[in-house]
Nanobody, 115 residues
Framework: QVQLVESGGGLVQPGGSLRLSCAAS????????MAWYRQAPGKQREFVAF???????SYAGSVKGRFSASRDNAKNTIYLQMSSLKPEDTAVYYC?????????WGQGTQVTVSS
C-alpha cells in the first residue's frame, strides 16, 4: 500500500519560515520523481516544485528563490524549505510521487501565512 504523509504545516507570520516533510512508503522511493503542489481556497491546485531522482530541482516562478526542495533517499522523505513566506503562500500543500504512468498523492498539510 502506497502512502505519502505530509507534515510540518502550520501558522506562520509573513516573512517567516517553515519546513514541510513528505514521508513515502510502499514505493521504491529513489526511483520516483517527487513534487510539491499547493491549493489555495477557491483556486486550482498548482505546481510548486519538483526534485528528480538525481536531485535536480525546478520551481514555480512565484516561489523561486524563496523555497528549496530536497530529498533524503535513505529516509524515503522529501522536504520543502519555505522562507520569506507571504500571505499568498497560504494553501494546502501536497506531495506527489511520479514514475512513468504511476502517480500518488499525499493528503496534504495546511500552511497559513498571517499576522
Amino acid at each position: 500500500q502506497v502512502q505519502l504523509v505530509e507534515s510540518g504545516g502550520g501558522l506562520v507570520q509573513p516573512g517567516g519560515s517553515l519546513r514541510l516533510s513528505c514521508a513515502a512508503s510502499g514505493i521504491r522511493f529513489s526511483f520516483y520523481v517527487m513534487a510539491w503542489y499547493r491549493q489555495a481556497p477557491g483556486k486550482q491546485r498548482e505546481f510548486v516544485a519538483f526534485i528528480t531522482t538525481g536531485g535536480m530541482t525546478s520551481y514555480a516562478g512565484s516561489v523561486k528563490g524563496r523555497f528549496s526542495a530536497s530529498r533524503d533517499n535513505a529516509k524515503n522523505t522529501i522536504y520543502l524549505q519555505m522562507s520569506s513566506l507571504k500571505p499568498e503562500d497560504t494553501a494546502v500543500y501536497y506531495c506527489k510521487a511520479i514514475l512513468n504512468s504511476d502517480e500518488y498523492w499525499g493528503q496534504g498539510t495546511q500552511v497559513t501565512v498571517s499576522s
